[in-house]
């Protein structure tokens, strides 16, 4: 049987980590979120560099095993995952396919960045099931760490916002 993994090219990598998803919000591949930050390949080795939304991110144990789950299954035996936490990921890495995923998905996708110490309360987030602007800040915490948790004032429907880093 041939080894696949000396034929398989970087950019074949980054197209296979398309099917790696958040375990946290399952339409963004590890590709939308931003967070894969290189791939090495040295003939039957593998080592992928991947950057947490944030440190201490819970879900980077199954984004790693699901990476290297993927990659098994492509025939690497030599599989290193390296976390990078220098720089640190900013929301500006998602690509603009994931953030219409998330905005799909219920969740209203992350705006650019603001230092403002008020940055709640001066966001106007637009609801990802109406579309209207007239939202008001619930919590400055969500399901997630990652999100916080609004809620439409015409429609009347709770959703998450993904908050910017």
């Known amino acids: 049987m041939e080894n696949i993994t000396k034929n398989i090219t970087e950019q074949e990598i980054w197209k296979l980590l398309e099917q790696v998803y958040d375990p946290e919000i399952p339409v963004l591949s590890v590709i939308d979120l931003g967070i894969i930050r290189d791939v090495k390949l040295n003939n039957e080795a593998i080592e992928v560099f991947i950057t947490p939304t944030y440190s201490g991110c819970p879900a980077m144990d199954v984004i790693s095993m699901n990476i290297r789950m993927a990659l098994l ?3 690497f035996t030599t599989i290193k995952i390296t976390q990078k936490l ?10 603009d396919a994931g953030k ?6 219920g969740i209203a996708p992350p705006l650019s960045k603001s230092f403002d110490i008020n940055y709640f309360e001066n966001l106007t987030i637009e609801c ?3 579309h209207s602007i007239n939202t008001k800040l619930i919590s ?3 399901s997630t760490s990652c999100k916080a948790l609004y809620q ?11 908050k910017c880093h």
């Open 73 to 75: 299954q492509q025939g």
């Open 86 to 95: 220098s720089p640190a990921w900013t929301t500006d890495w998602m690509s």
């Open 100 to 105: 219409e995923k998330l905005k799909s998905y």
């Open 128 to 130: 990802p099931l109406c």
């Open 140 to 142: 400055q915490f969500g």
């Open 152 to 162: 439409c004032n015409d429609c009347k429907e709770p959703f998450d916002y993904f």
